[in-house]
């Protein structure tokens, strides 16, 4: 058994070794394409806790989902005594029904604005 | 302000301010339907359905527990999401007549997150979103049943009176009208 097992094997690893080295030797010879330039990228962004609008799901940074349909310069972030943050045009129209901070559920008094 | 010269000119401030809770109502629900299908995807408790998708906003849902008093049940709810969403929560219907402490038999629905005007913190928020409302439904049918803040009063008194009367009645109601 054993005998046999060796003779059967030894011809395939004969076989893949040199086609190893074919593909190596082939690959630094003739590559399909060279590298002439790159262009590096950078992307960045406020290092805040909460960076999206709880009521509009639109980034803090960004105009609010109503003034984005409606242009208005005065699209603006509100900061809360509680810490959490909104677009000011959202907080305006939410605080009018109930004047609480919906992520916390504390009475909502505005600690400063972006502008 | 109501002012009949703008009017006249052909200006409707209220209108336009219609238009654009409309349009922004309609994006925020567009944002939503990707989290709905995947979640409907993972479980046979409920299904969503959009009869027409340029009227993303009225939606039909269907309830079918699988354990408890109401398993074996099909209830069918009309969901419709106002102008002034997500400031205003959805308003919800069940279309199926059903024996239920906080759904009566007119399909008003009591559940704490439908509620616009909520003092504690289980209330509409502008935070939630309409699979949370679907997850109070389902749920209403198991864990959220509320005997003691009952819609359906005489479902309520017959359940401290007598359990076995009221599953019965309940069951009764679903072979009848599921």
Same mark, same amino acid.
């Given at each position: 058994?054993?005998?046999?097992?060796?003779?059967?094997?030894?011809?395939?690893?004969?076989?893949?070794?040199?086609?190893?080295?074919?593909?190596?030797?082939?690959?630094?010879?003739?590559?399909?394409?060279?590298?002439?330039?790159?262009?590096?990228?950078?992307?960045?962004?406020?290092?805040?806790?909460?960076?999206?609008? /709880?009521?509009?799901?639109?980034?803090?940074?960004?105009?609010?989902?109503?003034?984005?349909?409606?242009?208005? /310069?005065?699209?603006?972030?509100?900061?809360?005594?509680?810490?959490?943050?909104?677009?000011?045009?959202?907080?305006?129209?939410?605080?009018?029904?109930?004047?609480?901070?919906?992520?916390?559920?504390?009475?909502?008094?505005?600690?400063?604005?972006?502008? | 302000?109501?002012?009949?010269?703008? @009017? +006249?000119?052909?200006?409707?401030?209220?209108?336009? %301010?219609?238009?654009?809770? +409309?349009?922004?109502?309609?994006?925020?629900?567009?944002?939503?339907?990707?989290?709905?299908?995947?979640?409907?995807?993972?479980?046979?408790?409920?299904?969503? $359905?959009?009869?027409?998708?340029? @009227?993303?906003?009225?939606?039909?849902?269907?309830?079918?527990?699988?354990?408890?008093? %109401?398993?074996?049940?099909?209830?069918?709810?009309?969901?419709?999401?106002?102008?002034? %969403?997500?400031?205003?929560?959805? +308003?919800?219907? =069940?279309?199926?007549?059903?024996?239920?402490?906080?759904?009566?038999?007119?399909?008003? *629905? =009591?559940?704490?997150?439908?509620? $616009?005007?909520?003092?504690?913190?289980?209330?509409? #928020?502008?935070?939630?979103?309409?699979?949370?409302?679907?997850?109070?439904?389902?749920?209403?049918?198991?864990?959220? +049943?509320?005997?003691?803040?009952?819609?359906?009063? $005489?479902?309520?008194?017959?359940?401290?009176?007598? @359990?076995?009367?009221?599953?019965? #009645?309940?069951?009764?109601? *679903?072979?009848? %009208? =599921?």
């Amino acid at each position: 058994m054993s005998t046999t097992n060796d003779s059967a094997e030894s011809p395939m690893q004969e076989e893949s070794g040199s086609s190893q080295k074919q593909k190596t030797s082939n690959s630094t010879e003739n590559r399909p394409f060279t590298l002439k330039k790159w262009n590096a990228l950078a992307i960045w962004a406020w290092d805040v806790e909460c960076d999206t609008c /709880a009521i509009c799901r639109v980034h803090l940074m960004e105009e609010c989902l109503r003034c984005q349909s409606e242009p208005n /310069a005065d699209c603006c972030v509100v900061w809360g005594d509680c810490n959490h943050s909104f677009h000011l045009c959202c907080m305006t129209q939410w605080i009018r029904q109930n004047n609480r901070c919906p992520l916390c559920q504390k009475d909502w008094v505005v600690s400063r604005t972006s502008k | 302000m109501f002012n009949l010269q703008n @009017r +006249i000119n052909g200006n409707d401030d209220d209108r336009q %301010y219609l238009e654009t809770r +409309i349009a922004v109502r309609d994006k925020l629900l567009a944002q939503e339907m990707k989290d709905l299908e995947s979640s409907l995807r993972q479980q046979k408790l409920w299904n969503l $359905q959009v009869p027409s998708t340029s @009227r993303l906003h009225e939606l039909d849902l269907t309830v079918t527990p699988q354990e408890g008093i %109401y398993k074996g049940g099909v209830f069918r709810f009309k969901i419709t999401v106002p102008p002034e %969403y997500n400031n205003m929560p959805p +308003i919800v219907k =069940c279309l199926t007549r059903v024996w239920h402490p906080n759904i009566n038999e007119d399909g008003s *629905i =009591c559940l704490s997150i439908l509620r $616009q005007n909520s003092l504690d913190q289980f209330g509409w #928020r502008p935070t939630r979103n309409l699979l949370e409302v679907v997850h109070g439904l389902v749920a209403l049918f198991t864990d959220l +049943i509320d005997f003691d803040d009952a819609l359906n009063i $005489q479902a309520a008194q017959q359940w401290t009176q007598n @359990r076995d009367a009221f599953k019965h #009645r309940a069951r009764e109601y *679903i072979q009848r %009208y =599921c």
